[in-house]
Nanobody
């Protein structure tokens, strides 16, 4: 079983950047497909992006494509979400998630088995 801890959230002005980290422990990190999701106040949780276990393939929601980048460092057991050109509508709690099927790119939250506690990102206008 893997435990996930997100960090790196905060308050940033529109147009700025943040990098979120998700540190994993308790499993063989490279065997896990990873995803990022977010939940804004009053809204359902939504998919942001996903990366395969090898890190070679990624997939993004249209709303963040070209602005957000997912990467992973399997030696450090960490996945990252680099967020550039942030907008007020990016304000949300951001969650990382894991599934022990390294070869998959998963965008449905129901397919993930493990979740972090979330980190708040607030983008001011």
């Amino acid at each position: 079983q893997v435990q996930l801890v997100e960090s790196g959230g905060g308050l940033v002005q529109a147009g700025g950047s943040l990098r979120l980290s998700c540190a994993a422990s308790g499993g063989t990190f490279s065997t896990y497909a990873m995803g990022w999701f977010r939940q804004a106040p009053g809204k359902e949780r939504e998919f942001v992006g996903a990366v395969r276990g090898s890190g070679g393939s990624t997939y993004y929601a249209d709303s963040v494509k070209g602005r957000f980048t997912i990467s992973r460092d399997n030696a450090a057991n960490t996945v990252y979400l680099q967020m550039n050109r942030l907008k007020p509508e990016d304000t949300a709690v951001y969650y990382c998630a894991a599934k022990d099927r390294w070869q998959l790119l998963l965008f449905n939250e129901g397919e993930y088995d493990y979740w972090g506690q979330g980190t708040q990102v607030t983008v001011s206008s």
